[in-house]
């Protein structure tokens, strides 16, 4: 295997629910496929955009649940045996392992770059250019590697990575972690900017297949008893049996908290493009430019009067906004949502009464 360029395999993760986009992103057609980037493009098009600048249209995969999996692979295109579906909800860490145990099935010297379906980052070649340095370092080192965003803001809403040492020789650039910070208040995170040798932690992750699987036996051997079925059978006759074995049996746990924390193997590489999880409403009306003295429509007819900083998307009817500011108004036909951006984090509050109270048509 050359170690200058391994094979990459291009994981695209879209199980996620996006509860905080609600009434827009609902169980079937959650957050990754809506229509609100220019061209009328989703964030998980330009997901595989990004996924096909770095690895061939045979090395690119979704992981994804029953309920998107139709929607995936009409979006993408992708040959069957490259989607692969969750018989159940188990969060990222089962969801990167069995991606790791067929791909490496099929190619043991694999790399792989996982990357979530509802990221936006504009600069596709400074993007492609990160992946391609962390797979050198995956591929050589064994490494288990993290893309850190250097943040802009001192924001609550994303997990920080505390950077250590460097790592030096033919991988200069990178950097071991010293450790994995939750979601911080706004103090701490505000130190956080000041002090510096602190990232956001965006959820990229570029790592052998190998490696990982090693990994997971070594720091959540619950997680490694689970994925025994698929080991054993990863593909052909009985694999779809072996996979729900395997998921009835697996912990819940994303892949920082089950892997990533407990391993002396993580790395992290900077990297300084624009990078947004476009996780609320106010994080979409950041995107498109909305604030003082600017609202934008997403889609829809609008009418503002004195009223400014606020965000709209309303197909179907008219709005019309007055005397109002930093407000989103989300207009999904059988549900309306008109909410402080600042709040709007909270939706997912929302979503748990709507769940307790049994609608689930609206979610």
Not at 105 to 131: G, K, M, Q, S, T
Request: charged share 25%; proline share 6%; net charge positive.
């Amino acid at each position: 295997m050359s170690r200058r360029r391994p094979p990459i395999h291009a994981v695209v993760l879209a199980g996620g629910a996006g509860e905080r986009f609600w009434p827009r992103s609902r169980r079937r057609h959650p957050k990754p496929f809506l229509r609100f980037l220019e061209g009328g493009r989703s964030l998980f098009d330009a997901t595989l955009d990004r996924a096909r600048g770095v690895a061939d249209e045979g090395r690119i995969w979704v992981v994804c649940g029953a309920e998107h999996a139709a929607a995936v692979r009409r979006a993408s295109s992708l040959a069957a045996s490259r989607v692969v579906v969750e018989p159940r909800r188990r969060n990222t860490a089962m969801a990167c392992a069995v991606a790791a145990a067929r791909i490496a099935a099929e190619d043991p010297d694999a790399v792989l770059a996982v990357l979530p379906a509802d990221h936006r980052i504009p600069d596709v070649r400074a993007f492609a250019a990160a992946i391609r340095k962390a797979a050198r370092a995956a591929a050589a080192e064994g490494a288990l590697v993290t893309l850190g965003v250097r943040p802009t803001r001192p924001d609550t809403g994303y997990g920080y990575i505390a950077v250590g040492e460097p790592v030096g020789g033919p991988h200069k650039g990178l950097y071991r972690v010293r450790r994995f910070v939750e979601k911080p208040d706004r103090v701490r995170a505000s130190r956080f900017l000041r002090r510096g040798g602190y990232l956001w932690n965006a959820g990229i992750f570029v790592w052998r297949a190998a490696s990982f699987l090693e990994e997971v036996g070594r720091c959540e051997p619950a997680l490694a008893r689970a994925l025994g079925p698929v080991l054993e059978r990863p593909r052909g006759r009985g694999s779809r049996e072996a996979l729900a074995r395997a998921y009835r049996r697996a912990p819940s746990l994303p892949v920082d908290v089950a892997v990533l924390e407990r391993s002396r193997r993580v790395l992290t590489l900077p990297v300084s493009f624009h990078w947004s999880d476009v996780g609320t409403w106010a994080s979409l009306a950041d995107e498109l430019g909305v604030g003082s003295g600017r609202s934008r429509v997403v889609s829809g007819d609008a009418l503002f009067e004195d009223a400014d900083g606020n965000l709209v998307w309303a197909d179907g009817r008219t709005v019309v906004l007055l005397g109002v500011q930093g407000l989103a108004v989300i207009d999904a036909g059988d549900a309306l949502l008109v909410a402080d951006l600042a709040r709007s984090p909270e939706v997912r509050r929302v979503v748990a009464r709507l769940e307790a109270a049994g609608r689930p048509e609206l979610l």
